[in-house]
T-cell receptor
Framework: AQSVAQPEDQVNVAEGNPLTVKCTYSVSGNPYLFWYVQYPNRGLQFLLKYITGDNLVKGSYGFEAEFNKSQTSFHLKKPSALVSDSALYFCAVRFNTGNQFYFGTGTSLTVIP | DSGVTQTPKHLITATGQRVTLRCSPRSGDLSVYWYQQSLDQGLQFLIQYYNGEERAKGNILERFSAQQFPDLHSELNLSSLELGDSALYFC???????????????FGSGTRLTVV
């Protein structure tokens, strides 16, 4: 079955430290992978995507993610966290055979001043 | 503004009632998706329409229905409402046309439904 997992419900990191939000997927084809961010009472905002090519993709607000095919992972990273990065982060996978997205359960990131 | 418009932003209604949520997709996008976000269920896919036709169905209850109109806006109808239907309902759109290189979704800001 196609699925995406975010193993951590909550991630806390000190301001200025690097952050990682984990995502793994289970797929039987070639996935398109995405990260979205949700601020309180707002819709999901697109951060970055991996379609093909370079495994390291850079996105909005200084975020980046690395596609690792052997580990079926697509972890979100940022070298130096800001308090304003505190939000809910969703990993999503879409398969090249269809339009439907599968979302992870979300990871709440708190950056501590 | 993402380009996807959802109305109303907030809705409070009583159990047993029926409500209609509206979504206008980003200009030119042919696909509309509805998602339900609740605290205990996360983000659940409900249904997708493409150019007026139902394309995919997820965890949508029989009390819920949707449609997409010729002008591409979509409505999600929720009937016989229960307390457990209280949630944030998101609409997303994608794909200005077949073969579009736009692979992602654009989300609206959601409708917060509270059933009392």
């Amino acid at each position: 079955a196609q699925s995406v997992a975010q193993p951590e419900d909550q991630v806390n990191v000190a301001e200025g430290n690097p952050l990682t939000v984990k995502c793994t997927y289970s797929v039987s084809g070639n996935p398109y992978l995405f990260w979205y961010v949700q601020y309180p009472n707002r819709g999901l905002q697109f951060l970055l995507k991996y379609i093909t090519g370079d495994n390291l993709v850079k996105g909005s607000y200084g975020f980046e993610a690395e596609f690792n095919k052997s580990q079926t992972s697509f972890h979100l990273k940022k070298p130096s966290a800001l308090v304003s990065d505190s939000a809910l982060y969703f990993c999503a996978v879409r398969f090249n055979t269809g339009n439907q997205f599968y979302f992870g359960t979300g990871t709440s990131l708190t950056v501590i001043p | 503004d993402s380009g996807v418009t959802q109305t109303p932003k907030h809705l409070i209604t009583a159990t047993g009632q029926r409500v209609t949520l509206r979504c206008s997709p980003r200009s030119g996008d042919l696909s509309v998706y509805w998602y339900q976000q609740s605290l205990d269920q996360g983000l659940q896919f409900l249904i997708q329409y493409y150019n007026g036709e139902e394309r995919a169905k997820g965890n949508i209850l029989e009390r819920f229905s949707a449609q997409q109109f010729p002008d591409l806006h979509s409505e999600l109808n929720l009937s016989s409402l229960e307390l457990g239907d209280s949630a944030l309902y998101f609409c997303a759109s994608s794909g200005r046309s077949r073969g579009s290189t736009d692979y992602g979704y654009t989300f609206g800001s959601g409708t917060r439904l509270t059933v009392v």
